[in-house]
């Protein structure tokens, strides 16, 4: 979206009322509640759209979250967290992918998007992708909020997170409700699928489960409608740590199956956190004809090659260097003939390089946000 609007003091009182009445109808439209609620937040925080949407999506985190007191959170949380950390401390290995220059960002408390979408540009599909993490308890409220204030800023028409908890859910359901949220699990933790409520219209969606798996993961799917076409979207969480190369594999071996029994007019796209080496896609036999790695396809940008990065992130302190690919994007546009406008990759970004006033970044991920045009090949 365009960047927040500021505050101005015009000379003239009709302008003043005119401005205000402006800034309601943004805040409203972004939070997804009514003048009166946007009026009391922007007054308390003397009409400054920033300051506002902060303390708006800051409002009833503690009640939400009860992280400090609620059992919830010494009780099936804590011990998923315990089982499935305890595993990537002793697997998580480095790549042999060649080192990128990119170095930590600095402290910064505010978010700041290099690039948010314009919500009146049409013609585009928006995604952002995220393991956020859930598992991790420390922080969280802040956390989720930073992650609201990326769904904010650049209003994504889809949204694919990864390591998501009830309590999370519970929290994104009161505050991001422009969107229709859909959950791959109940219990433990989960992937999850959000749809702008204004773009894309759900007509249907599944679980698909991996039998083999030992980590609770699963492929979720939605069928939906955008712009007069139909997108089949897929999310997963693939099995994590190097001595899970043969699940990860076969999970991956589902979800290019999917995407390849997609219906000739119909665009399969897939997100998520795959924990994926590329030997091991090489050794599936690669890519299937007709479906492209984004990354790949926009030119395998350095800036936005590792979302697993200890180097730069100091979410998890860990004593050792590990920067890989693990989240990546898969796209199968509608086959040519079909009479359904292409879709095609056009700009990807990675998301929450910056930290948060906690002093820690919205996960141990980064988030990747891509853009697609509607109607070339």
Known sequence: MSAVTES?????????????????????????????????????????????????????????????????WDSSPKVKRQKVDNTKADCIDLTEEEPASSSSKSTAAKVEPKSPRDPGLDGKLSLITWNVDGLDTDNLGDRARGLCSYLALYTPDVV?????????????????????IIEGGEEGYFTGLMLKKSTVKLLNSEIVGYPS??????????QVRFMGQELCLMTSHFESCKGQSEERMKQLKVVLKRMKEAPGHVTALFGGD???RDTEVAKVGGLPAGV?????????????????????????????VSRCRFDRVYLRPAMEGSRTPLLAPDHMDLLGQ????????????????????VGQS
């Open 213 to 222: 798996s030992q980590m609770m993961r699963n492929l979720l799917i939605a």
């Open 354 to 373: 910056e930290k948060l006033d906690c002093g820690r970044y919205t996960s141990d991920h980064w988030g990747i946000y891509c853009s697609f045009t």
């Open 274 to 276: 795959t924990n994926l």
């Open 292 to 320: 492209s790695d984004v990354w790949e396809r926009l030119g395998k940008q350095e800036h936005c090659r590792y979302t697993w990065d200890t180097r730069a992130n100091s979410n998890k302190s860990v004593p050792y």
């Open 160 to 180: 694919l997170l990864q390591e998501l908890i009830p309590q999370y859910v519970q929290y994104l359901k009161k505050r991001a409700v422009s969107y229709t």
């Open 8 to 72: 101005v003091k015009p000379s003239v009182e009709t302008s003043v009322e005119e401005t205000r009445t402006g800034l309601c109808e943004e805040f409203a439209s972004i939070t997804g509640s009514d003048s009166a609620v946007a009026q009391c937040y922007l007054a308390e925080n003397e009409w400054e759209m920033e300051r506002a949407l902060n303390s708006f999506f800051e409002a009833d985190m503690e009640a939400v979250f009860e992280v400090a007191d609620s059992p919830e």
